[in-house]
Structures are given as C-alpha cells and as structure tokens.
C-alpha cells in the first residue's frame, strides 16, 4: 500500500467520510481541493469551470469512496477521479472564450483595464501549453506538490515531470515575451 | 580493452600529461601498437591544427569555460524546479558564479510571478454541502429510488391506474417531485420515471428545460439536465420545437434542451437563426453541437469568421472530407483542426494546383490552426518547397510557436525539425538538441539540422552519450554538414581529454584514421 505518509489518521478520516460523516468531509475537501482544481483549470482552461470540476470531482469522489481499497495513495485515486471529472465536464460543457481578445478589460479604469489585460494573457499563454505541460505546471504551481509528488500522480518518472516542469516555462516564457532564450 | 588509457592519449600526444602519468602511458605504448597509432593520429592532427591562427585562451580559461557550459547545460531543468519551489544548493552556487545562469534565474522568477495572475478558485465546501446525503440515508434511497419515484409521479397524477380520489393538500408537481429526489437516484431509475413522465405528459419537458436554466439553483438544474437527458421520445422534441417562436423569452432554453437532447428536429430553426448576425454565435456552436451531419455545409458558410472551424471538428473527419470536397468554401476547411481532414486536403493540394493556391493562402492568413495545416503540408515532398517559402515570408513569431508545437508531437516531430533546418531558426537550437539528446527527435533529421545551427557542442554530446551504429552514423553525416570553419574551431577549442578524441574521431581534417578503421 502506498498511502501517503501518516496516514492511520487519513484512512480513518476517509472512512468516517465514506459513512457519510460530513466533518471528514470538509477536511478532506479542504486537503485535496486545490489539486482538483490545478487540474481542472488544466484541462477546462478556466476557473470557473475549473470550480464546477471541484464540486463534480468530489460529489463524485464522496459517492464512491468505498471504491478506493487503499491499493494506491488516496491522492493519485483522487487525482484520477478529477481527472475524468474534468475531461467529461470538458467535453460536455466548457465552450471556447467567446469574448474576444479586445473587449477584455472594457469599461474598465486604465490600470485595472492594464491589469485585466495580464490576467488574460497569462491565462491565454497557459492555456496554449500542451495538456501535460500545463498539468504539471498548474499542480506545482497553484497545489505547491514536489516533482517526486506529481511523478507519483500521473505515474511517470521524476525526470519526466521535470522535463515537463521546464518546457512549460520556457513555453510560458516565450509567449509572455519574457526573453528567455 | 578496460587496460589502455585512452582518456589519457590526447593529453599525453599534446605532451601536457604529467611526468608520472606520461610514464604510465609511455610504459604502455611500448607493449600496445593499437595505442600508439591513436597517438601517432592524434598528433598529427594536432600539427594539423596547430597551422590554424592561435587562441589566445589559455588552457585553464577553456577548462574552466567548457566545465561552466556543461554545468550550465546540465542544470537548465534544475534552474526551473528551484524556481517553482523546490530549492537547490547546486543550483544557488553555480548561479553564484554563472551570470548567465543568475540572469536566467531572474526571468524564471518573473515567468512565476505571473502565474500569481492566474485565477484561484472559489469554490466551498458549504456549496457542496447541499448536494451530500449522509450515507445511511443514500443507502436507503438507493433501495428505495424505483418506488419513492414511482410514488411521487403517481401523487401527482402522472400515473394514473384507475379512479382516484382528489388529495385532501396539493401535492408537489411530478417535477418537483422528480428534481427532489433525482440527486440520489441511479440512472436506470431516472430513465425509468422520465420516459413515464414524458409518456403522460410532455408538458413537463418544458418544466425540466425552465429548471435547467433556473440561475438560482444549481441543484435543480443539474437534476434537470439529468432528467432531461433520459427524455428520448419524439413527442417532448416535438413539443418543445412547436413552443419555439411563441415565447421569445422562452426560446434559448427551449434551443438548450433541444441540444441536450441532440435532437435534428432543431436544427431547421437553428438554420434561420444563423441568417442574424447576433444570433449567429449561438446558433453555431448549438448546430455543432447536435453534430447533424447536413446542417456541416451551412456551417461551413460561416468559415470566415472566428472560431466557427472549430466548432466543425466536432463533426466526423468523414462526413468534413465529403462536405470539404464540393463546398465553395473548401479551402478553408484547412482551418478545421482535424487530423484526416488535414491529410485528405493535403493530397488535394498536391494534386490540384488551383485547391493548392487557395488552402495555402488561407492557410497562411490562418492563425495557429493554419499553421499546423502547413506543418502537416510541408511533411509531403510534393509540397514541401511552395510550403517552406510560405512559412520563409510569414512572421517568424508565429512559425516559431507553430514549429515548437508540431516538435512535441510525434507524427509531425520530423517535419518540424526540416522545418527548423530549412529556415534556418536559431531559436529552435536548444528545442532541437534537448529533443535529440532525449530520444524524442530523430537524430539522421536533428543533427545535422543542429550542425547547420552551428551547435556541434550537440553533436559532441550525441558522440558521447549514445554509441549505437545509428547513431554514429548521423553524427558523423552531421559532422560533415557543418561549416569547416565551425569544425576547425570546436576541434580547437575542446577539452583535451575524451571531447578531443571525439572530435578528432569525427572531424574529416583527421580521415583516414581511426574512425575509418572502426566503421566495417
């Protein structure tokens, strides 16, 4: 068994919330929710729906903890989880930003329109990088997980998340005309 | 083999090997013919060498700079994981001393504070909260579904088995009783109840398209859409489709369940929707996603505005390729981001020259999905010189971004690399070198696109890292592709060691020699 690390007091946690015990819960949502949503923003591209993924992974996750048998981390099953999550709510429901590139920070003051315009081409730059680079980045970057954490998750090698972890900035780098060679 | 001192030989021919070491070495060039003809080359083409203008770098100022160059090669990755939070001693004390490196370090930390800019999410544990059911009463509600269901329609009179008398309280709606309880009901319950409703009483069709769109309910909606998706009959399309046009405000959530439900009997209405610009947008993205193969031609009118081809790839590559080949607007379904399409209109530009004009202009004024059309153009012989001189006069930004891409994909990597060597872009070097060295571009295409580069630090890597025949092979095709100048100058200014022996093993100025008597 691979659990992480202390873990009498999760595995009694996850099974207080199998049985239906909402405090277990809530400790649970709070650990793991920003990994669920590293990974919606990931695949959807957005916050919002990256916030609807949340709610859909762990309704998911809560309505069939009994299927985790403790053979994995609980983390990599629930990564797994939200990862089907958001390619169903992906196909399903996330549209193309309809709003054109122009009208992002309309009718705004001229900092907060400045602001407004990071916001987006930020978002948009992320958005261009390929699904497994921008998996890692936004996991590393918005849950804080190690490279030895994230190889764990999507089952590769730590050089492999590396090597992802790298090409994503200088992609990243690149389409924010930060310079790097 | 283990017993000749081969890293040693180049220093010991350049008779910079200590005393005690040059002794050594001495001793075993007695008794060894095989080391001492490796010395006998090595010091010819020293002489060789030694013709071309001087460095004035001394020996210790090369070991030094190589050494750097090698540790700032190996610690590019290890410069980005240090950056996003994982520090590293390594990495602190060569920055310390690597300008470069410090000046890399400080653009990676800017790249990191912009994804601060990125949203953070909102959600909470209280939203989620309504929609949890303590697990006892799930179990129970499981068993119960089918019959608590079956029990709700039949108060409100949808199931109506023989004379009944009025309920002394109103009784909830069939709908509401349904969207009370559909959250823990399991799919084949959910089926069961609205193929009855809808078998009673299409009207509450409608109900659930109203609920789905209620803003201020996300529990019902999601109920709604649930239970609306089981409602397969023709009467509830029929019904909504007859509600169409009699409510205006009724109207987008009458064209949303009809979606929902994928149904063709839309369509029509959507069709005169897309004549008004404003509700053309909607009208599009719902036609594509019915995915109605007739409906592709009048979609495909609309190619030239943005995101529309898009939306087309939601279609089947077959019925783009029938539709693509007779439409007025075919050559801008190279916009369409669908791999067959993309091969099928490939050979129609190959074949027909008056198609081939049209796809690559539109191609080119195509933005990033053009560009792959010309990625996946310029992998075909008959194409690959018209395609090459088109992306020479496009902005190099957008090739640039468009060839990084194709380089991560397989089936375009090497298309991509031709790409890079026919254009010359300097930019792709470390692209092109990483990938080679990784195994993940092919090195007969890389390398020698990297010696035209002028990157024969690559080649010497590739030497030394990989041995296999192939390999040796393109490395030494790649050697003879690279500017004599360049050859001379790195074989100058290699470590003496095992770099030097590599080169002096690749470099033509040392042939024939011992890398001709290697190679069968």
Redesign the interface.
Known sequence: MNAEPGDLADRDRIRRA???D?EA??KI??DH??MA?AVG?AVCG??SD??DV??ET??RA??TLGQWRGESSFRSWLYAVAFRTAQNWKSRFV??P?I?AAAVGAGLSAPEESRAD??AL??AA?R?L?EQQRLT??L???R?L??REIAELQGCAEGTV??N??HA????????G???? | MSDHPLDRLPLFASGELPDREAAEVGHHLARCVACRATVDETRAALERIGSLPASEATFADLLVRRSRARDCDEL???L??H????PDRRVERHAAGCPACEE?LS??R???G??D???????T?E???G????????RMASIAAAAGLIAALAAGGVLRTGPQKPPAVPAPSPVAALLSRVDSADDDTLRTAARTLDRQNVLHALHLAEAMEDESDSVRRYAAVRLLRHLETPAAEDLLVRALGKNAARDRILVRALVELQSPMVVPWLLTRLENPGSR?AAL?DLARIRDRSTIAFIAEHLPD??VA?RLARFEPADLIREAAGHRNGALFVLVPSAPLRSSLVERSATDAAFRRSALAAAGDGGATGMEFLIRAAGDPRLQGEVVALLDMLPSAEV??AV??AL?REETSTTAVRIVDALRLE?MR?RLR?GVL?GRLPPEATLPALARLGDLEALIAAARMRTGERWKKAVAAAFEAADPALRAEALKAAVPGREKVTLVRLSPLTRPGRFRRDTP
Do not use: C, I
């Not at chain 1, 900035?169 to 924010?176: F, H, K, N, T, Y």
């Not at chain 1, 930060?178 to 060679?181: D, I, Q, V």
């Not at chain 2, 929609?131 to 799930?138: D, I, S």
């Open positions: 199998a049985g239906g909402l819960m809530e949502y709070s929710r920003t949503y923003m957005n916050g990256a916030d949340v709610q762990f309704l809560f309505r549209r193309r309809s054109p990071e916001h930020v978002l992320v261009e390929p980045l936004l590393k970057h918005l804080g190690s490279v590396k090597a972890l790298h900035v200088q992609g990243l780098a690149r389409r924010l930060k310079g790097l060679e | 590019s990755e290890a980005t994981v950056v996003m939070g994982e890399r653009v990676l800017d790249v990191r912009s994804l800019l990125l949203p953070r999410s909102r959600a544990f939203a989620l909260r929609r949890l059911r303590p697990r006892a009463f799930r947008t993205d943005p995101r898009e640039e971004r990084d891409r991560d930019s470390d990483h990784a």
